[in-house]
């Protein structure tokens, strides 16, 4: 016959049972504890952001900088002063537009705190700010005389000469070589004429 009875054996089983019960599972203690803080860095593949649909853009000389918060499930844009939560991260374009355009107001205006300003600083050394101001701005009232079509060439009321770009023909359709015109013109770096718009002729 066995050793056991079956009160020893139902005793011994519920001692083994409460014992076990009392001790935590390791990994319950490991999940239940606080987890260090991990952030990690990454680039937002965006450069390039269109603003007034598209008729200005707005170029970043290299890609935003994302530090992460992996625990929070929060990024921070560096030098931009963006904080985001990582579920709205398609939404960044957006901001960083409405962060510039907020610090470009504000400086026009002078009414830019220091902390902002240092913050503005910034921000210019990673924007094409040249370019941005370029197509930002409106365009002059400029009169002219159309010398010839091939090459495009005009030559402007200051008694200066411009070979336009041959993107800009359909505008002088109308125009014969010898026309005095008006328009209103928008030009680049080095003065380039860029964009030649509501062209009129000027009567003799």
């Known amino acids: 016959m066995s050793a056991f009875t079956a009160t020893e054996f139902?005793?011994?089983?519920?001692?083994?049972?409460?014992?076990?019960?009392?001790?935590?599972?390791?990994?319950?203690?490991?999940?239940?504890?606080?987890?260090?803080?991990?952030?990690?860095t990454y680039r937002f593949p965006q450069q390039i952001i269109p603003l007034d649909d598209g008729r200005t853009l707005l170029r970043l000389r290299e890609a935003p900088l994302l530090t992460v918060d992996s625990n929070q499930m929060h990024f921070e844009v560096e030098n931009w002063g963006i904080k985001m939560n990582c579920e709205d991260v398609a939404d960044l374009p957006r901001q960083i537009a409405r962060r510039f355009l907020t610090l470009f107001s504000k400086a026009d205006n002078n009414v830019i705190g220091e902390e902002e300003r240092l913050e503005w600083l910034r921000i210019l050394d990673f924007v094409d700010c040249t370019q941005f101001n370029i197509e930002r701005s409106a365009p002059q009232y400029a009169e002219g005389t159309l010398l010839k079509k091939n090459p495009l060439t005009v030559e402007w009321h200051d008694g200066s000469n411009e070979v336009l770009s041959p993107s800009l023909a359909s505008i002088f359709f109308p125009l014969n070589p010898g026309d005095n015109f008006s328009a209103f013109i928008k030009t680049g770096k080095e003065q380039r004429t860029l964009v030649v718009e509501r062209i009129s002729l000027i009567p003799v």
């Open 10 to 40: 139902g005793a011994s089983q519920f001692a083994s049972s409460d014992h076990f019960a009392n001790k935590v599972p390791t990994q319950v203690v490991v999940a239940s504890s606080v987890a260090p803080s991990k952030s990690i």
